[in-house]
């Protein structure tokens, strides 16, 4: 009895997926959609402490700082 009742609730619970329901797909990201501005974070070590500072702003603001946050390879 148990599993005839599970068996009508999922038949009655799934619907028939049809071709014209199919959602369009996704356009990819293009170069254009990738952020020019990135969110950078740099941590610092206090001396006379365990914790870590974190601190995160924008790329421009760091450099507006005079800060370069991501050093050359």
């Not at 009895?1 to 005839?4: D, Q, R």
């Not at 941590?43 to 005079?66: E, F, M, P």
């Given at each position: 009895?148990?599993?005839?009742t599970?068996?009508?609730?999922?038949?009655?619970?799934t619907?028939?997926?049809?071709?014209?329901?199919?959602?369009?797909?996704?356009?990819?990201?293009?170069?254009?959609?990738?952020?020019?501005?990135?969110?950078?974070?740099i941590?610092?070590?206090?001396?006379?402490?365990?914790?870590?500072?974190?601190?995160?702003?924008?790329?421009?603001?760091?450099?507006?700082?005079?800060i370069?946050?991501?050093?050359k390879?």
């Open positions: 009895m148990f599993i005839a599970v068996a009508a609730a999922i038949l009655a619970s619907t028939p997926v049809s071709a014209s329901t199919t959602p369009a797909p996704a356009p990819a990201a293009t170069p254009a959609a990738v952020n020019a501005n990135p969110r950078v974070c941590i610092d070590t206090v001396t006379g402490s365990h914790l870590r500072l974190r601190t995160c702003k924008r790329l421009n603001d760091w450099r507006a700082q005079g370069d946050p991501l050093p390879r």
